[in-house]
């Protein structure tokens, strides 16, 4: 059973702060993707990994880094966080494959005051 | 224009009945067609995904596309209160070497027992 867990159900932080949020999956993926879901927009692609070490952007990667040092864990970054920076943020995993299912972690909501 | 619409609902349904969930996209480049299921407080889950234009059925649900007028369509025959989740369409283009997901915004569907 694909088990993709993040660290944080929640999480409060205040602006300015140097935010980590982690991402560790148990089935052995390739690839590896953050996500930030708001109303009205949908999941949009942050950064993705397709193997350790190696990342890219995905379409809002502005505010963001990611770091990829072992193969179940991705890390996303928010240097400096920022009140629009508050949202609902899900990682994924995925084989390698072109029509490859993603597996997606419970979740992550951030509220940046 | 986004690249991928979809309504956002609430779509109120009594149990039993038959659920119509669409998307529209503007991408001919989109190539696999996927629908994700997401209950409250969870990360999206694989539904159904298909390829080429026409249906796929699973069950209770029918995936169908027209590529020619570029529409995604959901069908749930005999709705149960446990389908009420947001349902999330999420066309598929392949780049080089890897594939993009465009989600997208989701139909949140109640079904009322």
């Known amino acids: 059973d694909v088990k993709v867990t993040q660290s944080s159900r929640y999480l409060v932080k205040r602006t300015g702060e140097k935010v980590f949020l982690e991402c560790v999956q148990d089935m052995d993926h390739e690839n590896m993707f953050w996500y930030r879901q708001d109303p009205g927009l949908g999941l949009r692609l942050i950064y993705f990994?397709?193997?350790?070490?190696?990342?890219e952007k995905g379409d809002i990667p502005e505010g963001y880094s990611v770091s990829r040092e072992k193969k179940e864990r991705f890390s996303l970054i928010l240097e400096s966080a920022s009140t629009n920076q508050t949202s609902m943020y899900l990682c994924a995993s995925s084989l390698t494959g072109t029509n490859s299912e993603q597996f997606f972690g419970p979740g992550t909501r951030l509220t940046v005051l | 224009q986004k690249e991928v619409e979809q309504d956002p609902g609430p779509l109120s349904v009594p149990e039993g009945a038959i659920v119509s969930l669409n998307c529209t996209y503007s991408?001919?480049?989109?190539?696999?067609f996927m629908w994700y299921r997401q209950y409250s407080r969870k990360g999206p889950e694989l539904l159904m995904y298909t390829y080429s234009s026409g249906n796929k059925e699973d069950g209770r649900f029918t995936a169908q596309v027209d590529k020619s007028s570029k529409y995604i369509s959901l069908f749930i025959r005999d709705s149960q209160p446990s389908d009420s989740a947001t349902y999330l369409c999420?066309?598929?283009?392949?780049?080089?070497?890897?594939?993009?997901?465009?989600f997208g915004s989701g139909t949140r569907l109640l079904v009322r027992p």
């Open positions: 990994s397709y193997d350790v070490k190696m990342k």
């Open positions: 999420a066309p598929c283009m392949v780049m080089d070497s890897s594939y993009k997901l465009i």
């Open positions: 991408n001919s480049a989109f190539q696999y």
